[in-house]
């Protein structure tokens, strides 16, 4: 089980969001840091969930023959239901283009799990995201940057009451609080072919 958690500072709140899909790009020196990752987030028919993760499941080696799949999650609460959460990672935004064109002449992706799973999309969701500096992609026993792990929702709760007792922890929320604008968190449920559990 991980837990997302998603803040928006106020540097980023002047963005404009096209409706529908939601593409922040970086900008600034990091968009030249090469490595970057993908977060999509699909957004199912409420009755048609199990059977695109099925077909997802069915047909992961197509779309992994193309690039590295980091992770991949159900939404078990936290904001909208019926959402899968994916992360996808490249080696810059021309490796990203370059792999966006090949599933387009992908028959096989297409036919497979493309058209037929495009019926059982409402709405999704892209986002281009950076480790931080002090940060590694690994599979950690615990944490991996915004990407909480956790044994249950109640250990979850837990450890959150203990750090709101820690004064550190304390400082620093009421340090960060001024730059955010919102936060959203989701209890993510891995699929059985995610990488990253």
């Not at 939404?75 to 239901?81: D, I, K, L, N, T």
């Not at 935004?93 to 096989?108: G, I, N, Q, S």
């Not at 026993?141 to 709760?157: G, Y």
């Amino acid at each position: 089980m991980l837990v997302l958690r998603s803040s928006l500072t106020r540097a980023l709140a002047s963005r404009t969001l096209a409706p529908q899909v939601c593409s922040p790009f970086a900008t600034g020196p990091r968009q030249y840091d090469g490595t970057l990752y993908e977060f999509r987030t699909y957004y199912l028919k409420p009755s048609k969930m199990n059977e695109f993760l099925e077909n997802f499941k069915k047909n992961v080696h197509l779309r992994t023959a193309h690039s590295e799949l980091v992770g991949y999650w159900s939404a078990e609460f936290g904001g909208r239901m019926n959402k899968v959460f994916h992360i996808w990672k490249y080696d810059n935004f021309a490796h990203r283009t370059e792999v966006r064109k090949a599933l387009a002449k992908d028959k096989e992706w297409q036919e497979q799990f493309l058209i037929p799973n495009l019926a059982l999309i409402d709405k999704q969701e892209s986002e281009i995201t950076y480790l931080v500096p002090w940060c590694k992609l690994e599979k950690p026993s615990k944490e991996v940057h915004v990407l909480w792990w956790n044994e249950s929702a109640d250990s979850r709760a837990a450890g959150r009451h203990k750090s709101h007792e820690d004064p550190r922890v304390v400082a620093a929320v009421r340090e960060s609080v001024n730059y955010l604008v919102s936060q959203q968190n989701m209890l993510l449920i891995p699929a059985s072919f995610s990488p990253l559990k």
